[in-house]
């Protein structure tokens, strides 16, 4: 097991090299310049000032090492727009927003999904499945900027449930929590269902209802940890689509995380910021697929690691 992990984290270590790579020279061949942007009227010698005092005056060579080096010991640099503030420090400020913002998304996503998909593959060819069916269809066909909207303006204007922007509290959190959610609540909803009616069928159920076990005993019990595998595997992609997809939403519900400060750094052409928000979302999306294999391990044993045995 050691083993494995070692490996997976050296993959995951030239995965983060090729991002830094593909992502820096990315910027710099981007169009603009985050300094005229914000004075049309500056002169030639403030301009060379502030390429000296940025490291862009350096070849590029020298810039992309300096990069690498400090990407590896989590130094991700200042930010162009504003001045005296560090990446580190926006994403210390702002992450905490989005991984509740995320969490919260992803709790309603798998227990909504896996719940809907249980009842749905229970009462199979019945009215529960026929409902649940339809909410997750629902949800896989809506996007979540459109739930946003829907939902700001029946449940927030017209309705006056929920603040429809904001996050100075729980109440603030709900309508873009289920926005975000409901989407990945209705892959989850369908993957558990299919799960479920294939493992339904297994020798193995079928001997546990020989057995005497009650139908909803022999779901908990036992076809139930092997319908979720599918489910599981999909969680990396997902957390990628529920960080990914918090950019839109931060920005339609003004809320102040991360994805904000993304979108606003795209606008202002402040590079730093959008490397240091890339490659920090690419971490955290290199550990996830290296924890959902791990689970995978976990919750079926028949599942061999590669060289973890070796």
């Known amino acids: ?38 004075n049309q009227q500056m002169t030639p010698a403030i301009q060379e000032q502030l390429n000296a005092a940025y490291g862009l005056d350096d070849p590029w060579y020298v810039q992309y090492f ?13 930010s162009m727009k504003y001045r005296g503030r560090s990446v580190n420090d926006m994403i210390g400020e702002s992450f905490p927003v989005s991984v509740q913002l995320g969490a919260q998304a992803l709790l309603i996503a798998v227990g909504g999904g896996v719940l809907l998909g249980v009842i749905s593959a229970m009462y199979h060819n019945r009215t529960g499945d026929y409902i649940a ?59 558990t269902r299919s799960g479920l009616l294939e493992e339904n ?23 139930l940890r092997n319908a979720l595998l599918p489910v599981v595997t999909y969680l990396g992609p997902m957390t990628a689509g529920v960080l990914t997809g918090s950019f839109v939403i931060e920005n339609i519900f003004a809320i102040p995380g991360l994805g904000r400060h993304f979108v606003t750094s795209i606008n202002n052409r402040d590079y730093t910021v959008i490397m240091g928000i890339t490659v920090f979302y690419s971490i955290i999306l290199l550990i996830m697929v290296i924890v959902v294999d791990l689970i995978n391990a976990m919750l079926d044993p028949r599942i061999q690691l590669e060289g973890a045995d070796e």
């Open 1 to 38: 097991m050691a083993k494995y992990i070692g490996k997976r984290l050296l993959y995951a270590l030239l995965a983060l090299l090729a991002i830094v790579t593909v992502t820096f020279f990315l910027m710099r061949i981007a169009p603009g310049n985050p300094f005229a942007a914000e």
């Open 66 to 78: 300096n990069y690498v080096k400090n990407v590896f010991t989590f130094d991700f640099g200042e």
């Open 133 to 191: 069916s339809i909410i997750a269809v629902l949800g896989i066909s809506v996007p979540s900027f459109v739930l946003a909207g829907l939902s700001q303006y029946f449940f927030g204007l017209k309705l006056g449930w929920f603040p429809i922007s904001g996050w100075q509290s729980f109440a603030h959190t709900i309508l873009p929590t289920f926005s975000l959610g409901l989407t990945y609540m209705g892959s989850i909803a369908k993957m």
């Open 201 to 223: 069928t297994s020798e193995y159920v079928k001997l546990a209802r020989a057995k005497g076990l009650k139908k909803w005993g022999v779901v908990f019990k036992h076809s």
